[in-house]
Every structure is written in structure tokens, then in C-alpha cells.
């Protein structure tokens, strides 16, 4: 595996405009703004936090759905500039949370797996899209008999196996996965999980993984970027984020996770206050309005990321390094 | 006496395709003040068995039990009308998909304060008062402002709040919260929780708590009940089903948590739930139980003893440990 990062994301943005008529101004949404990061091959970068934070927009960035409305990105060594999306959509793809809504009710599985084939490779012949089909059936865990049935007869973890291998059909080097468990039970959950892992084992995938469930991201991440309000507030390694987070907001989220394991003491930092609307976002520190920390210069200045590895923005970072009750067990 | 005490309770629901068993010989019970959480796989009928005792089943369901008592009263000798006083008021409900339980219609506020008015003895202004009160319990910033509006103008997470400020709205006995914080942040969520275990500590409320997330269960509920294929296979104080699970479905739902992995990959059950068509004869986990044998396959369970969990299963699981103790 190559040390060049497969993506590299400079100052990533993605603002709408919403609203607007004849009289009035178009409000903006900063759905996204600044987000810079890189990813590695056979890594996984997971991007957490709250609902609205911009999580998915930047997955709809990196897939090429949307184009950034500023900075840029490049993906396997090219710039993603709207002029190379076409040679460069088989690079990324996309798995979504909702295994009933992204199948085609009316296509057989062996269709839906064929498709990207028939679009992207029309040098292939209908003999080699099937053989290549079959193939990835197996490789997700379903079985032969499956190719010739349609998504209602399968259960939520196995339309989830479908909706990766689809994903994997075209063999992208990079796969961003919203939210791929959250609709999940638990047991199903343990398999589509470990379906993920070997799969970035065996074929060096990179993974842009998007998760509330800290527990799920602290199993898979290498990497973590926390997400308050469109930008990223707290990048750094997994073991860094989680043994010792530095900006309040990342302490406040990771106090708020339940952990499975009755009489667990905790501290618990409460929240006062709601995540203010990405419409009206607040001067300064986007935290400060929520913040216990909060001084004069947080609600008048922006701070901005710092740091090598692990970075934060934040005027009053804590310490880092003192465990937090959801830190993970020393990597064996 | 119980707060709510169900004995073998069933619940059939006549399908184009046959009749389908969603709840199989169920017994719940619920003390004053107690948080019991209630979790197994999706289709285990959590939500099915409580909308059997909120009496809110369409007609496909046949709904049978041998004993189904609130505070010592039998809810089905009941009238309706008498049971619409205790249902709704002193039983409340949470349900699993806020946006269908709002009427889109009205304000947020009008749904409050119409909860008020068919329950509690109160004027206007005083339900009005109580109607912002409630709000802002459930951390809805605003609340006076929020009252004028309308379902759909809120988030997903804002209706779910609503729907739980009207769930406590007329300070119920026992409180029914079917996936009540699956729309909300871990922050909100947390803040919630605290409410609802709030109430249940200050004014005795029971608290029945069906929830996917063993993390909500292990922080908020005293007992757990374990539910599979309609069936409930195990009950136990939550301290010690964590520690000792005696199914073996309960187990394996512990081991597939990735905060209890010991390597990258995670342990994880084969197959699937049984469905209305290849229900097993003997156990209904035996095809995806690691100890299934023959008996297992061929003669169904029945519950063991307390000390057991109650685990419905021929070889319970850290029993011989359970003796020691
Ligand atoms: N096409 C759009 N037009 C206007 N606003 C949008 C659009 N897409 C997203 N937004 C807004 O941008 C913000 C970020 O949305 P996004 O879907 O990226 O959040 P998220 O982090 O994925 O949230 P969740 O956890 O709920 O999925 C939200 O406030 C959303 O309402
Ligand atoms: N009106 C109905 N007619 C027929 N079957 C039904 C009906 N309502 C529910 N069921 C079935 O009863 C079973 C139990 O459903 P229930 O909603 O209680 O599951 P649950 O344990 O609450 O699952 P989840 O965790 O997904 O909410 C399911 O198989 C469901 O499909
Ligand atoms: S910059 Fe100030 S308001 Fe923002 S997180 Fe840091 S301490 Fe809190
Ligand atoms: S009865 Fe047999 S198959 Fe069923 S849970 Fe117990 S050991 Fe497993
Ligand atoms: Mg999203
Ligand atoms: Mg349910």
C-alpha cells in the first residue's frame, strides 16, 4: 500500500441557498465549510457528530453527487474538478443507511449488481458482467440461489450486503459509508461490520466512515473527525480522540454515550442549549452558545484548527491524555 | 402487588398468508417505581405486546392472556369506556414513529393542552402554563414560541420531544417508551433519559423502556426482559444479565457489542429470526444456537426457574455458577 493519500481534501465547503422570492434575500445554509483531511488506503476516517452537522454533505461531496461551492479535493491523484468526475466515479462509491429505499424494488439482485457494469464498462460482455456479479455475491456472504430474487425477500443486514456489494462492483479505491448500521439489529450489525473489515483487509479499501454510534466508530476507525456545525472541531487518531479529547464539545459527546456495563460511574457534562441552525450559525466559536468554557474572546473570535496529528479548534482545549470513561482498551 | 402484572399473554394476527403468532405466551411484570427495559431483535414483538395492553391493536389481532392487571384492577373486564380512563391517562405511551402519532393538523401546543383537558382537572390558564412546562422539560428551547407550531414545521427529534412531553403530560402511573431517543442526539438523548428516570425516582412512576441500545439499557434500567421470535426467553436484574446471561441468544447479543470485542472481528449469531413460515418446532433459536442438539430441536423450552434468569432454554447458560453464589 502507498503512503500517497487516496483523497486529500483542502478547505471543502458546501453552502445552499434556501428560500428566497421575489422580495426577499435567500438565506444561506453553511451545511458544510473548511473540512480538511486526507485519507490512506486500507484506513478508515470516521467522521461523527451531531444530526445536521454536515455529515452527509461531505459524503455527497467525496462520492461526487454535489460539487463542492469551495475549496477542492483530489482523488486518487487527480483533481476532482467537475470535468473528471465521469473517469473518476468508479473510484468512490457510496453505501446509505437505509437498505429498503436505495434497491430497486423491481430489479432482481443479479440486475442491481450488473447495472454500474453496464453503465461504466460497456466493454464487458453480458457473460463477464454476470460471472463478475456472482462473484461479488459470494464475496459479501449471500449465496447463488440470491442472483435471481428481488430486495423484498431479503432482510435489512442482507439488502445491506447487496447495497456494499453493488458499491464494490466496480472496485473503488475508496467507499463512504453513511451511516451503514445505524438501521441495523445488534447481530446483524456484528456481520455487516465484519463483512466491512475483511473486505478493506483483502482489497485495501479506503473507508469514509459516517456514524453517530461512538462505539461502532471506535471499533472501526483509524482516524476520527468531529463535526459541530459544519466544520470539523477535533481531528486526530482514534486512541488520540478517545483517550484524551481536547475540544469540550468532543468531551461533552463522548460523556453522553451510553456505555453497555451497568454501574459504570460517570461524569456526565450537560449540555445547556440546542445545536443553533447551520442558517444562523453563531460568530466566534460555533460551541460557545453551549459551551461551559466560554469566555468573551470564544463568542467574537473563530478559533481555528491547530495542532500536528491531533488537531482542535478551540481558544481553552482541555488537557487531553486523561482517559475519558468511553476510552477504548488498549489496542492488543 | 404489581404496578402491571401480564401472565401469558398472546397475540395472533390474521394475514392473507395464515395467521401469524407475533407475541408467544409473554409475561410481563412492573412494579411502582421500577425501569424495566425490554430488548431483542427487530420483529421480537416488544412494540406488538404493549399496544396489546394500551388496547390499540387493529381487529386482525387476537389477543389472549390469563391475567392482565393494573394496580390489582383486570383491564379486560373492563368497559372501554372505563379503560379509555386509565388508558391515556394513567398508562401512557410513548410510541416508536413520532411523526404518526402527532396529528399534523393542529399546533404542538393545542395537542398539549387537548391531552390537559381530557384528563386533568385544569382551566385554561393553567394548562397553558403547564403546556410550556412541559416543553421545556424535554429541553425544547423556546417553548412558549414553539406552541403555535405545527408538526411538520419541526425536526424529526423536536416531534419526538413533543410526543414525550404529552406522554407525561398527565403524570402517569407507568410509562411505556418505545424507542423514545432513536431520532435524538446523544446529548438530547442523555438529557431525556434523565427526565424520564427523573419522574420514575420522584413520583414512583414505572417505566417500561424497549430500546436496540444495550448502552440506554445498562445506564437506565433496573431489570431487563429478553425478547426473541415473539417469546420471552429471559429476565433478569440488568447488573446480572450483563455479567451472567443465561440464554444463549442473550449471550450472543452481549458478545456482538463492539465495545466488548477482543479483536477486530466480532462475534456475530448466523441466519436469521424465524419467520411465520420456518418456525422451528422444538426451540425457536435452535437453527442459530451454538448447543442446539436434538432435544432442542425437537421439544420446545419452557421457562427454568428465577434463579435462572427465567431463561427459556434446555441448558442454561452460567448455571453452575449461579448456584455457587
Ligand atoms: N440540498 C440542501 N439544501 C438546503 N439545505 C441542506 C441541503 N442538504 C443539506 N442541507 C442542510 O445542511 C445541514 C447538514 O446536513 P447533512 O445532511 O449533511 O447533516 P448530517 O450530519 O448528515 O445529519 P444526520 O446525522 O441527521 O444525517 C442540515 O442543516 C441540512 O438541513
Ligand atoms: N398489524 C399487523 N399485522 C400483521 N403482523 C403484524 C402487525 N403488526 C406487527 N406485526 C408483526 O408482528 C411482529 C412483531 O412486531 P413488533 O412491531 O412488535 O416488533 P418489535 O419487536 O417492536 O420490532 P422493532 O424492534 O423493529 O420495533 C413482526 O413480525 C411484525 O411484522
Ligand atoms: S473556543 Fe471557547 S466556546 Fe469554543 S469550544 Fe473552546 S472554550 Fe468553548
Ligand atoms: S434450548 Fe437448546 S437451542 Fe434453545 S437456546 Fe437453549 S441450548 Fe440453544
Ligand atoms: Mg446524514
Ligand atoms: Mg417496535
Given at each position: 500500500m502507498s503512503d500517497t493519500p487516496v483523497v486529500i481534501a483542502e478547505n471543502l465547503s458546501r453552502h445552499y441557498e434556501v428560500g428566497g422570492g421575489m422580495f426577499r434575500k435567500p438565506q444561506v445554509v453553511r451545511a458544510l465549510s473548511e473540512a480538511s483531511f486526507t485519507l490512506h488506503l486500507g484506513k478508515t476516517l470516521a467522521v461523527v457528530g451531531e444530526s445536521g452537522c454536515g455529515k452527509s454533505t461531505l459524503a455527497r461531496l467525496i462520492t461526487l453527487i454535489e460539487e463542492p461551492t469551495g475549496g477542492q479535493f483530489q482523488l486518487n491523484g487527480r483533481g476532482a474538478t467537475r470535468e473528471n468526475w465521469a473517469s473518476l466515479r468508479t473510484d468512490v462509491q457510496i453505501v446509505f443507511q437505509d437498505p429498503y429505499g436505495s434497491l430497486n424494488p423491481r430489479q432482481k439482485i443479479g440486475a442491481i449488481l450488473e447495472e454500474p457494469l453496464k453503465i461504466n464498462r460497456p466493454e464487458m460482455s453480458a457473460a463477464e458482467r454476470t460471472a463478475k456479479a456472482r462473484d461479488m455475491l459470494r464475496l459479501v456472504g449471500l449465496r447463488p440461489e440470491h442472483f435471481e430474487r428481488y430486495p423484498h425477500m431479503f432482510s435489512g443486514g442482507q439488502r445491506q450486503r447487496i447495497a456494499v456489494a453493488r458499491a464494490l462492483m466496480l472496485d473503488p479505491k475508496v467507499l463512504v459509508l453513511d451511516e451503514p448500521v445505524s438501521a441495523l439489529d445488534l447481530s446483524i450489525q456484528s456481520q455487516i461490520l465484519n463483512l466491512l473489515t475483511e473486505l478493506q483487509e483483502r482489497m485495501g479499501l479506503a473507508y469514509l466512515f459516517i456514524s453517530h454510534d461512538l462505539s461502532v466508530v471506535k471499533h472501526m476507525a483509524d482516524d476520527v473527525i468531529v463535526m459541530y456545525l459544519g466544520r470539523p472541531v477535533e481531528t486526530g487518531s482514534k486512541e488520540e480522540i478517545f483517550a484524551?479529547?481536547?475540544h469540550p464539545y468532543t468531551k461533552a459527546l463522548l460523556s453522553a454515550t451510553p456505555v453497555a456495563e451497568p454501574g459504570l460511574e460517570k461524569q456526565r457534562i450537560k449540555l445547556a442549549g440546542e445545536l443553533p441552525s447551520p442558517m444562523n450559525v453563531p460568530p466566534g466559536c460555533a460551541f460557545a452558545p453551549r459551551c461551559?468554557?466560554?469566555?468573551?474572546r470564544c463568542h467574537a473570535e473563530r478559533p481555528l484548527l491547530e495542532g500536528a496529528t491531533h488537531r482542535t479548534a478551540c481558544f481553552f482545549p482541555e488537557a487531553g491524555g486523561t482517559p475519558s470513561p468511553a476510552a477504548p482498551k488498549p489496542a492488543t | 402487588m404489581a404496578l402491571l402484572e401480564i401472565r401469558n399473554l398472546s397475540v395472533d394476527f390474521t394475514t392473507a398468508s395464515g395467521a401469524f403468532r407475533a407475541v408467544d405466551a409473554v409475561d410481563v411484570s412492573v412494579d411502582k417505581g421500577e425501569v424495566l427495559a425490554i430488548v431483542g431483535?427487530?420483529?421480537?414483538?416488544k412494540s406488538v405486546s404493549m399496544l396489546a395492553l394500551m388496547g390499540l391493536l387493529p381487529w386482525t389481532a387476537t389477543i389472549t392472556a390469563d391475567v392482565m392487571e393494573f394496580e390489582g384492577r383486570d383491564l379486560r373486564a373492563l368497559t372501554p369506556k372505563a379503560r379509555r380512563k386509565i388508558v391515556g391517562k394513567d398508562i401512557a405511551m410513548i410510541f416508536q414513529e413520532p411523526m404518526s402519532s402527532l396529528?399534523?393538523?393542529?399546533t404542538v401546543g393545542f395537542q398539549i393542552k387537548e391531552a390537559l383537558r381530557l384528563h386533568m382537572n385544569m382551566d385554561r390558564a393553567t394548562r397553558h402554563k403547564r403546556a410550556i412546562e412541559l416543553m421545556d422539560m424535554v429541553g425544547i428551547p423556546a417553548p412558549e414560541s414553539r406552541l403555535n407550531t405545527f408538526p411538520h414545521q419541526m425536526s424529526g427529534g423536536m416531534n419526538q420531544r413533543v410526543m414525550i412531553a404529552m406522554s407525561i403530560a398527565c403524570n402517569p402511573k407507568l410509562l411505556i417508551a418505545d424507542e423514545p431517543t432513536t431520532a435524538l442526539d446523544v446529548t438530547i438523548q442523555a438529557q431525556i433519559l434523565d427526565l424520564l428516570t427523573g419522574l420514575q425516582r420522584d413520583t414512583g412512576m414505572g417505566l417500561i423502556l424497549i430500546t436496540h441500545d444495550m448502552g440506554v439499557v445498562a445506564e437506565n434500567a433496573e431489570r431487563v426482559s429478553v425478547q426473541y421470535a415473539g417469546q420471552k426467553v429471559e429476565d433478569q436484574p440488568v447488573y446480572d444479565l450483563f455479567a451472567r446471561p443465561h440464554h444463549p441468544y442473550t449471550a450472543a447479543l452481549l458478545a456482538a457489542l463492539p465495545e466488548r470485542a477482543t479483536s477486530k472481528l466480532l462475534p456475530t449469531i448466523p441466519g436469521v429470526v424465524p419467520g411465520q413460515f420456518d418456525r422451528p418446532k422444538g426451540c425457536l433459536f435452535s437453527p442459530r444456537c451454538a448447543y442446539a442438539d436434538d432435544r432442542c430441536r425437537s421439544t420446545p423450552p419452557i421457562p427454568c426457574g428465577s434463579e435462572l434468569g427465567l431463561a427459556r432454554c434446555h441448558y442454561p447458560l452460567n448455571a453452575t455458577e449461579e448456584v455457587k453464589a
Amino acid at each position: 500500500m502507498s503512503d500517497t493519500p487516496v483523497v486529500i481534501a483542502e478547505n471543502l465547503s458546501r453552502h445552499y441557498e434556501v428560500g428566497g422570492g421575489m422580495f426577499r434575500k435567500p438565506q444561506v445554509v453553511r451545511a458544510l465549510s473548511e473540512a480538511s483531511f486526507t485519507l490512506h488506503l486500507g484506513k478508515t476516517l470516521a467522521v461523527v457528530g451531531e444530526s445536521g452537522c454536515g455529515k452527509s454533505t461531505l459524503a455527497r461531496l467525496i462520492t461526487l453527487i454535489e460539487e463542492p461551492t469551495g475549496g477542492q479535493f483530489q482523488l486518487n491523484g487527480r483533481g476532482a474538478t467537475r470535468e473528471n468526475w465521469a473517469s473518476l466515479r468508479t473510484d468512490v462509491q457510496i453505501v446509505f443507511q437505509d437498505p429498503y429505499g436505495s434497491l430497486n424494488p423491481r430489479q432482481k439482485i443479479g440486475a442491481i449488481l450488473e447495472e454500474p457494469l453496464k453503465i461504466n464498462r460497456p466493454e464487458m460482455s453480458a457473460a463477464e458482467r454476470t460471472a463478475k456479479a456472482r462473484d461479488m455475491l459470494r464475496l459479501v456472504g449471500l449465496r447463488p440461489e440470491h442472483f435471481e430474487r428481488y430486495p423484498h425477500m431479503f432482510s435489512g443486514g442482507q439488502r445491506q450486503r447487496i447495497a456494499v456489494a453493488r458499491a464494490l462492483m466496480l472496485d473503488p479505491k475508496v467507499l463512504v459509508l453513511d451511516e451503514p448500521v445505524s438501521a441495523l439489529d445488534l447481530s446483524i450489525q456484528s456481520q455487516i461490520l465484519n463483512l466491512l473489515t475483511e473486505l478493506q483487509e483483502r482489497m485495501g479499501l479506503a473507508y469514509l466512515f459516517i456514524s453517530h454510534d461512538l462505539s461502532v466508530v471506535k471499533h472501526m476507525a483509524d482516524d476520527v473527525i468531529v463535526m459541530y456545525l459544519g466544520r470539523p472541531v477535533e481531528t486526530g487518531s482514534k486512541e488520540e480522540i478517545f483517550a484524551g479529547p481536547r475540544h469540550p464539545y468532543t468531551k461533552a459527546l463522548l460523556s453522553a454515550t451510553p456505555v453497555a456495563e451497568p454501574g459504570l460511574e460517570k461524569q456526565r457534562i450537560k449540555l445547556a442549549g440546542e445545536l443553533p441552525s447551520p442558517m444562523n450559525v453563531p460568530p466566534g466559536c460555533a460551541f460557545a452558545p453551549r459551551c461551559w468554557k466560554a469566555q468573551d474572546r470564544c463568542h467574537a473570535e473563530r478559533p481555528l484548527l491547530e495542532g500536528a496529528t491531533h488537531r482542535t479548534a478551540c481558544f481553552f482545549p482541555e488537557a487531553g491524555g486523561t482517559p475519558s470513561p468511553a476510552a477504548p482498551k488498549p489496542a492488543t | 402487588m404489581a404496578l402491571l402484572e401480564i401472565r401469558n399473554l398472546s397475540v395472533d394476527f390474521t394475514t392473507a398468508s395464515g395467521a401469524f403468532r407475533a407475541v408467544d405466551a409473554v409475561d410481563v411484570s412492573v412494579d411502582k417505581g421500577e425501569v424495566l427495559a425490554i430488548v431483542g431483535e427487530s420483529g421480537s414483538g416488544k412494540s406488538v405486546s404493549m399496544l396489546a395492553l394500551m388496547g390499540l391493536l387493529p381487529w386482525t389481532a387476537t389477543i389472549t392472556a390469563d391475567v392482565m392487571e393494573f394496580e390489582g384492577r383486570d383491564l379486560r373486564a373492563l368497559t372501554p369506556k372505563a379503560r379509555r380512563k386509565i388508558v391515556g391517562k394513567d398508562i401512557a405511551m410513548i410510541f416508536q414513529e413520532p411523526m404518526s402519532s402527532l396529528n399534523p393538523c393542529f399546533t404542538v401546543g393545542f395537542q398539549i393542552k387537548e391531552a390537559l383537558r381530557l384528563h386533568m382537572n385544569m382551566d385554561r390558564a393553567t394548562r397553558h402554563k403547564r403546556a410550556i412546562e412541559l416543553m421545556d422539560m424535554v429541553g425544547i428551547p423556546a417553548p412558549e414560541s414553539r406552541l403555535n407550531t405545527f408538526p411538520h414545521q419541526m425536526s424529526g427529534g423536536m416531534n419526538q420531544r413533543v410526543m414525550i412531553a404529552m406522554s407525561i403530560a398527565c403524570n402517569p402511573k407507568l410509562l411505556i417508551a418505545d424507542e423514545p431517543t432513536t431520532a435524538l442526539d446523544v446529548t438530547i438523548q442523555a438529557q431525556i433519559l434523565d427526565l424520564l428516570t427523573g419522574l420514575q425516582r420522584d413520583t414512583g412512576m414505572g417505566l417500561i423502556l424497549i430500546t436496540h441500545d444495550m448502552g440506554v439499557v445498562a445506564e437506565n434500567a433496573e431489570r431487563v426482559s429478553v425478547q426473541y421470535a415473539g417469546q420471552k426467553v429471559e429476565d433478569q436484574p440488568v447488573y446480572d444479565l450483563f455479567a451472567r446471561p443465561h440464554h444463549p441468544y442473550t449471550a450472543a447479543l452481549l458478545a456482538a457489542l463492539p465495545e466488548r470485542a477482543t479483536s477486530k472481528l466480532l462475534p456475530t449469531i448466523p441466519g436469521v429470526v424465524p419467520g411465520q413460515f420456518d418456525r422451528p418446532k422444538g426451540c425457536l433459536f435452535s437453527p442459530r444456537c451454538a448447543y442446539a442438539d436434538d432435544r432442542c430441536r425437537s421439544t420446545p423450552p419452557i421457562p427454568c426457574g428465577s434463579e435462572l434468569g427465567l431463561a427459556r432454554c434446555h441448558y442454561p447458560l452460567n448455571a453452575t455458577e449461579e448456584v455457587k453464589a
